[in-house]
């Protein structure tokens, strides 16, 4: 593994694009951040535009997807509450997976005392219903998108702390790591030359279905009336003011619920390539 | 292993202490108190009123006292009187709250192990195959669709279309005039819905999981040593691989155990189950604080007896770090 | 939870009361001759919210409300018509001063347990209400006064220190059974809070926390036993389940929502199973200001925003037509209320000519007003979790974004929203709604002497003819006079604009049309419920037959 860190991600890149699959799922996120900053792609209507007459009219060629409770165009909505809903996802996601790959790097490199305090605190968090802590923070701050995300963000870090502090464990008992001390390299090098980079395919598997748990959890921030503030869309609230014409508003529900399941579905796959292409056991095949 | 287990028990009691701090502490920074959520805005309620009951709370004692009076009667495991008008104790209130909760979670946990553990053994083998593919997006589906969307849809077709189900809540109004099998087919009924939706939710998690596993178990020297003894291919998987495949589930149990204890508000209230969820909801919206309190001790306890049951039980079951 | 009261409030047509306005489908069902009264049978009610207790005294959410109504009575209620009438008090009298009250109580009368009720239960529930072990929200009015007194079983006497008005309404307060509380030196604790005993039309049968209550008939109530033999309601928290529920037979009676009692119960199934019913509730919402706020101490500025809304819009859109133009804070059809007060037509001209009056113009072209170099944009405040507030809120926004004026929107969880911002008055303007009580006196909202923190005139109206018409109708009983204040309150509110009233919800309660005897009438539908009755051959559950 004397290879520098370059060519093991370009090796990766190579591999991770022959899996159909996860290339798939990659272009579909692609696609969806493309829309998502630039909307006039699909539409130029504006989201907000309320428009008492045509409240809950269902998709014609003026309104491809309806429109929703108060009139507004929901192929507009959609494609700007998709920005906010992706950011959240990324942001949040961003956020846990930092704090999760500091403290588990090292704790897991350390160990001894550092790492019983570290993983202790970890249990402590663990302890709290995230829930809570959301709601604890969103009543103190209001809520706003950047509160959402950071929110979410220091509430889930810790499965991705355990997955790190585990794969550094075993990692820094690994050959190369001896090597590389006896070539006198220092424990930060050590930890970010060597360990961080074959920690990191778990990490981004993980992170890949945390992206899809932090778009749930404004979802449903949304469906208890603390997420994303009004008259600014996201996925989440489009679905909850669907959900009271369920019955025959279809199109307020349906479309943002595919929305969010082909953005799941996208970065699963594109997660599971992630995992199989950094698995050096897969080389060659 | 013994001596672990002792220190990691006796290390609960700091860390419990510890917690309970951090809760008390954020839930009354938090803004509005108890005593406000029931008296604002009501143009009857005088200041002296509301002074009057911040002191019938003990409210109006400095945090630090109420913190360590808290502490000391839960010493006694005494989680004290609720603030809500019932009056009814902390105790009480969750222990009301429990059977129910209880019984779906352990019920939708069954489902899921029942379903997820064959389709992730069964698309890990078959990896890539038709059933994997559509495995895959069947569970993710379960996992993306919102829980109230899909609870609705349901409710719609089985309720209100077709009759067959109940739509929300435990029992029928009859319920007590009903003879024995009556009674077991109506809390059956309505509760289908409500383990079928949350069972679908969490496929997903295990199902995937399950199948990592097994893969990560299919490429081991054993089982091609096994294969390669000739043994059929039925065996290998069930007998050899599906067995060390399983062995992580000890640590998911573990960790199940709180969540057993766990509800979701949005679930609940749509299903109009009295759960723990939607009471932890309701305790935090009022700022009832011992009932706020009672269930983030209770937890907590839980989160960490079912860590310490994870790590133990995957120590016991996984020889290599038995070993070490 | 208040943000549940406050929905609640919104759906509880029980307590709420109106005058009839539309009553659709009225014909009935059943066949010929199958309509005569009978006993029996059992309606089931949704509500959102569960009950938190049955004392009224020491409850404040509208679930324990109406649950307690069903148990106890008072000494007095307002009728059908909105007037007073006796409950518990077959007859009262106010002393030439204003200053006492003698109430003559009902004769015979008995409590759940069989044991008879007397003045002196009337007494100690006074006592307690005024008693520091009591936690109760409203001891207030019971404190102002200053003897009270039992000459006989059958009568009890109460006097004030000064006229006051609000005094007879306050006395529809629960009455409570001395004989079952007088150990319990804090009632809120006792087990009668849990399993109460009352005078009222029901007794208590059972309360699954979270799930439901069941009351049955009450055989040997003063004014004859209810034809429904049970009352059940049951808790479902989520209004789209709450309308299956009604929908496949679950529960008989519920308040819907605007969009479903428009778009959603206009199949010929639903109009063959459910009556709909229409009035307007007793409460409404508005648009309120910070009156000390730069942007908002020139009334012009305040006019102005009135005529940018346009609140018919808001009532087409958040409420499908199913509501009326506030003009201030009474209901119209009330006696109070003044219909004759000025009012702020939709009006985008005229509203950028009174912002222009006030120095505010768009002098750089950007599409928002300025004056002084700061642009004309503010915050609205409102609870999270009440749908029709933030689209109200998105309503004004594209209104007042036509006048220049440009308005972000936040949403709040209650507890947050009314103590770091409405008490500590760290708001530009919020939007919430206020319930109309039946007694006219609202001093605590518009007097200058209940500006300070925590208390209700929270935007700081100050008005000193209007201090002194509250004091004037608050401290008689003459209804003319009370009539002729009140109006002058309504003129100068208008006038100023403190609140820009926006709209009258109506209650839209749906009923099962197996049950019969439902009447509209200014109070509402449920000031007969003990008359509400199934023919016989309609009956529905029959194990409940007692």
């Known amino acids: 593994m004397g290879a520098g860190t370059s060519s093991i991600f370009r090796d990766f890149l190579r591999r991770l694009f022959r899996n159909r699959l996860a290339a798939g799922g990659g272009i579909v996120i692609a696609l969806l951040f493309v829309v998502a900053a630039v909307p006039s792609l699909v539409t130029d209507r504006d989201p907000n535009r309320i428009d008492i007459l045509r409240i809950l009219a269902p998709p014609s060629a003026e309104h491809p997807l309806g429109t929703d409770e108060l009139g507004r165009d929901v192929l507009s909505r959609m494609v700007h509450g998709g920005r906010i809903s992706l950011e959240v996802g990324f942001v949040a996601t961003g956020i846990a997976t930092a704090i999760g790959l500091v403290v588990g790097l090292i704790a897991g490199f350390y160990g001894r005392w550092v790492d019983g305090v570290l993983m202790r605190f970890v249990d402590i968090m663990l302890c709290f219903p995230s829930f809570f802590l959301i709601l604890a923070v969103i009543a103190f701050l209001g809520p706003s998108i950047i509160n959402i995300m950071v929110v979410i963000g220091l509430t889930h870090w810790m499965g991705a702390a355990r997955l790190i502090r585990a794969e550094t464990l075993s990692l820094k008992e690994r050959d190369f790591v001896a090597a590389a001390r006896a070539q006198g390299a220092g424990n930060l090098r050590i930890i970010f030359r060597h360990i961080l980079p074959n920690a990191l395919a778990p990490v981004l598997v993980w992170a890949t279905l945390g992206v899809a748990g932090a778009i749930l959890v404004e979802s449903s921030l949304s469906f208890l009336g603390i997420g994303v503030q009004p008259p600014t869309p996201s996925w989440g609230n489009i679905l909850t003011a669907g959900k009271d014409n369920i019955e025959f508003a279809w199109w307020l529900s349906v479309y943002p619920g595919l929305a969010i399941l082909v953005t799941v579905l996208g970065y699963y796959l594109l997660g599971e390539g992630i995992q199989d292409a950094a698995d050096p056991r897969l080389k060659g095949r | 292993m013994l001596r672990y287990i002792a220190r990691r028990l006796v290390l609960t009691v700091p860390l419990l202490i510890g917690i309970s701090l951090i809760s008390f502490l954020v839930i009354h920074a938090a803004p509005g108190g108890p005593v406000e959520m029931a008296t604002d805005l009501n143009p009857k309620v005088t200041a002296e009123a509301r002074e009057r009951l911040r002191a019938y709370y003990g409210l109006d004692q400095p945090i630090h006292v109420q913190y360590v009076r808290w502490l000391g009667r839960m010493a006694t495991l005494d989680f004290g009187q609720s603030f809500s008008r019932d009056g009814k104790q902390v105790s009480e209130k969750i222990g009301e709250r429990i ?72 029992v029928s109004l009859e319920y007590d005039s009903l003879g024995l099998a009556g009674k077991i087919w109506d809390r059956t009924s309505h509760l289908l819905l409500p383990v079928f939706v949350s069972a679908f939710g969490g496929l997903a998690g295990f199902s995937r999981y399950m199948r990592s596993n097994m893969l990560e178990v299919i490429r081991q020297d054993y089982i091609a040593t096994a294969r390669a003894k000739g043994l059929p291919e039925r065996k290998v998987v069930f007998r050899h691989a599906m067995r060390n495949a399983l062995l992580p589930f000890i640590t998911i149990l573990g960790l199940s155990v709180p969540g057993l204890l766990g509800g979701s508000v949005i679930f609940e209230s749509i299903f109009a189950i009295p759960g723990l969820g939607q009471l932890f909801y309701q305790s935090v919206m009022s700022r009832d604080y011992p009932l706020i309190m009672g269930a983030l001790v209770i937890g907590a306890f839980l989160t960490l007896i079912g860590n310490l049951l994870a790590d133990v039980g995957y120590a016991l079951a996984d020889p290599r770090i038995r070993t070490e | ?27 009935s069902a059943g066949p010929v001759g199958s309509d005569a009264p009978a006993h029996g049978d059992a309606i089931v009610e949704g509500s959102i919210g569960d009950v938190s207790g049955f004392l009224t005294a020491v409850t404040s959410d509208s679930a324990s409300h109406t649950a307690a109504g069903y148990v106890f009575s008072g000494l007095v209620r307002y009728d059908k018509n909105l007037k007073l009438e006796g409950e518990l008090a077959e007859s009262w009298e106010v002393s030439p001063d204003g200053k006492r009250i003698t109430f003559r ?14 003045s002196e239960d009337v007494l100690f529930t006074y006592r307690r209400m005024i008693d520091p072990n009591t936690p109760t929200a409203y001891a207030e009015d019971f404190k102002q006064v200053k003897r009270a007194e039992t000459p006989d079983p059958r009568t009890f006497v109460v006097e004030y220190g000064k006229p006051f008005a609000p005094a007879l309404a306050s006395w529809g307060m629960h009455v409570l059974p001395k004989h079952l509380l007088a150990e319990y030196p804090d009632i809120s604790r006792s087990p009668l809070n849990k399993k109460p005993v009352g005078t009222g039309p029901f007794r208590f049968v059972e309360w699954k926390t979270g799930e439901k209550t069941v009351f049955e008939a009450n055989p040997d109530y003063f004014e004859g036993r209810p034809y429904l033999s049970r009352v059940i309601t049951r808790v479902i928290p989520d209004p789209a389940t709450m ?125 928002v007003l300025e004056k002084e170099g700061r642009k004309f944009s503010f915050t609205v405040l409102t609870n999270a979790g009440n749908e029709s507030r933030a689209k109200t809120a998105a309503i004004i926004q594209q209104n007042l974004d036509g006048v220049g004026v440009k308005m972000e929107i936040r949403t709040l969880e209650w507890a947050a929203f ?122 529905r559950y029959t194990t409940f037959q007692q």
């Open chain 2, 99 to 170: 059977p129910v909760t209880l019984a779906i979670n352990v019920l939708s946990m069954l489902l899921i192990f029942l379903v997820a553990i064959p389709i992730g053994v069964y698309s890990a083998v078959r990896k890539d195959s038709w059933f994997d593919r559509i495995s895959t997006v069947v569970v993710f589906t379960g996992f993306a669709v919102p829980t109230f969307w899909l609870a609705l849809l349901l409710m719609i077709l089985f309720g209100v279309k077709l009759r067959w189900l109940p739509i929300s809540g435990l």
């Open chain 3, 243 to 367: 309308f299956l529920e009604l929908k496949s037979g679950g529960i008989d009676m519920m308040g819907v929502t605007p969009l479903q009692y428009t778009r959603q119960t206009e199949t010929e199934e639903f109009r063959k199973l459910f009556h709909k019913y229409r009035y307007l509730s007793f409460g409404y919402t508005y648009l309120g200001f910070r009156l000390s706020h730069p942007l908002f101490s020139d009334q012009r500025v305040r006019q102005a925003i009135a005529h940018a809304i346009h609140k018919k819009e808001i009532i087409d859109g958040v409420l499908f037509g199913l509501g009326q133009e506030a003009t201030g804070p009474y209901k119209p059809g009330t006696w109070v209320h003044n219909p004759d007060v000025k009012r702020y037509p939709y009006d985008p001209q005229r509203a950028k000519a009174l912002l222009g009056e006030a120095g505010w113009k768009d002098a750089d072209g950007d599409g």
């Open chain 3, 418 to 539: 009314i103590n770091e911002f409405v008490d500590k008055r760290k708001f530009d303007a919020v939007i919430l709604g206020w319930s109309i009580p039946q007694d006219p006196d609202q001093y605590d909202i518009w007097s200058s002497k209940k500006t300070g923190p925590k208390e209700l005139n929270f935007v700081g109206f100050q008005n000193a003819e209007v201090d002194r018409l509250l004091e004037e109708g608050r401290r008689t009983f003459d209804l003319e006079k009370r009539k002729k204040a009140y109006s002058r309150i309504q003129e100068i509110l208008a006038e100023e604009q403190p609140y820009v009233f926006l709209y009258y919800p109506d209650a839209l309660p749906v009923v099962h049309k197996r049950i019969h005897g439902i009447e509209p009438a200014p109070a509402g539908i449920s000031y007969n419920f003990i008359k509400w009755y199934v023919p016989k051959d309609q009956q």
């Open chain 3, 105 to 118: 109580l009902r004769k015979g009368v008995t409590w759940h347990d069989g044991k008879p009720f007397t």
């Open chain 3, 1 to 27: 939870m208040k943000i549940a009261r406050v929905l609640v409030a919104a759906l509880a047509f029980v307590l709420a009361a109106g005058c009839a306005k539309e009553k659709q489908e009225a014909g």
